[in-house]
């Protein structure tokens, strides 16, 4: 295997809509293109299953 020891990006359609996801040794980050602030999630967030938490309270807390 090789290891992800940098981060590694990729484009991604959805809908009509690009977004780039960002796959790095923390984890990962989906953010819309040419944006910074985008949803992202911790590996051991998704191993202990907390990864919907995770998401649900970054989306409240990006609502205000």
């Known amino acids: 295997m090789t290891p992800l020891d940098r981060p590694l990006k990729r484009e991604l359609a959805i809908g009509e809509t690009l977004y780039t996801l960002t796959i790095d040794p923390d984890g ?4 819309e293109k040419g ?9 051991k967030d998704i191993v202990n299953g907390d990864a919907g938490l995770a998401a649900a ?8």
């Not at 990962?28 to 953010?31: E, F, I, Q, V």
């Not at 309270?57 to 205000?64: D, N, P, T, V, Y």
Request: without cysteine.
């Open 28 to 31: 990962l980050k989906l953010t």
């Open 57 to 64: 309270l970054q989306a409240s807390m990006g609502a205000r």
């Open 35 to 43: 944006r910074r602030k985008g949803v992202e999630l911790a590996w």
